[in-house]
């Protein structure tokens, strides 16, 4: 970060790759949430070499095949586990059965990245909390309205720099478009995907924890809703959340599933960052109102600027390269095993104490 005469802030130069071609091997299993296609091309971002694919749907494995033609494809996921080669398992399959896959990934000696939410259940959390602690092998999660957004990361750049102060609050809203005729079975049978608190709510609780730096918190509130999809009665499609965290600041977010067909983009994604100093308003993916305005929006006010920043393109990923390190060195600097474990707890805790707010329920 670097702050020049005036009080003006730039971002850090962008990532490259760290590693040479196959020096970190990784593979794909499980194509049950697009989210794998972001989740691999980060890894290749940062100089990962994507050597195998499985899943037992030929037509999703062709499909990643025609985006990632490089990759073979494996007769079955042991083919992949029993690779000596691999060094880490990206994953996405159905929310409720990516902590399953981990502890198969984690014991087979490979580190496992898994898309949101990490998993469904607190028996869940356990199961991978235990494995993490017997294979001594990394469960990331690919938290990505934080990691694999621009303005997210130029926050936490500011942040460190100190433009805001000490942060004691976030705000944070997830709207989605719920294209359901576009979704699968599992997407509405709650069991599986765990949830709106749970699903979606997981990347505004983790955000919350990181720019807070609070290492753990409580739900103060928490509520659920199906207000427009009764033919879907396992769907929430609305949820919010207010936490209070162990270092005495605090956040609130909202999801949900209903960003109208006349916006331009999927979800108007904001998050607004309280500092004693000043705030942050991310506006991640789109400008309201211009549709030639593009994403990557973040503006700034302190005691010394009042300032709007277009930084798409300018920032990068950083996430997918220190994780690529982390598990070559052992090290903790792209996210602790402790953090990405607490956001996944707080979001299934703020699922299962919900208040449902549907109406006639």
């Not at 593979?27 to 049950?32: E, K, P």
């Not at 989740?39 to 494995?61: C, I």
């Not at 691999?86 to 409720?96: D, E, H, I, K, R």
């Not at 990490?118 to 869940?124: A, R, S």
Request: hydrophobic content about 40%.
């Amino acid at each position: 970060m670097s702050k020049s005469d005036g009080g003006r802030y730039a971002p850090d130069p962008l990532p490259n790759p760290v590693v040479e071609p196959g020096e970190f091997v990784f593979a794909a299993i499980g194509l049950d949430h697009g989210h794998i296609y972001g989740q691999s091309e980060g890894l290749l971002g940062a100089g990962a070499t994507l050597k195998w694919v499985y899943d037992p749907d030929p037509a999703k494995v062709q499909a990643f095949k025609e985006k990632f033609p490089q990759v073979r494809i494996a007769r079955s996921e042991a083919e992949v586990l029993d690779d000596p080669e691999v060094q880490l398992v990206a994953g996405a399959a159905v929310t409720s059965e990516r902590a399953a896959l981990g502890i198969r990934v984690m014991d087979a000696g490979k580190d496992y990245f898994t898309d949101k939410a990490p998993l469904t259940t607190l028996e869940q959390l356990a199961a991978a909390k235990a494995a993490v602690e017997r294979t001594g092998r990394k469960y990331a999660v690919y938290y990505s309205e934080r990691l694999h957004v621009e303005t997210a990361v130029f926050a936490s750049q500011l942040i460190a720099e100190g433009a805001i102060g000490k942060v004691i609050q976030v705000i944070g809203t997830g709207p989605h478009r719920l294209n359901a005729k576009s979704r699968p079975a599992w997407f509405f049978e709650k069991e599986k995907y765990g949830g709106i608190l749970c699903d979606i709510g997981s990347h505004q609780i983790e955000q919350i924890l990181h720019y807070t730096a609070a290492s753990d918190g409580n739900i103060g509130r928490s509520q659920i809703a199906n207000y427009n999809n009764p033919e879907h009665p396992g769907l929430d499609d609305f949820g919010d959340a207010m936490i209070v965290l162990d270092n005495g600041t605090s956040g609130y977010f909202r999801c949900d599933w209903f960003t109208p067909d006349g916006l331009q983009g999927w979800g108007d994604g904001r998050s607004i960052i309280l500092g004693t100093e000043g705030f942050i308003e991310q506006r991640k993916y789109l400008q309201l109102g211009d549709k030639n305005g593009g994403s990557g929006h973040l503006y700034l006010s302190n005691g010394e600027v009042e300032q709007h920043f277009h930084v798409a393109g300018q920032v990068g990923y950083p996430y997918f390269g220190e994780l690529v390190l982390d598990c070559l060195n052992r090290t903790e600097n792209a996210m602790t095993q402790a953090h990405a474990f607490k956001a996944a707890e707080l979001a299934v805790r703020a699922q299962l104490e919900a208040v449902d707010l549907t109406p006639g329920r």
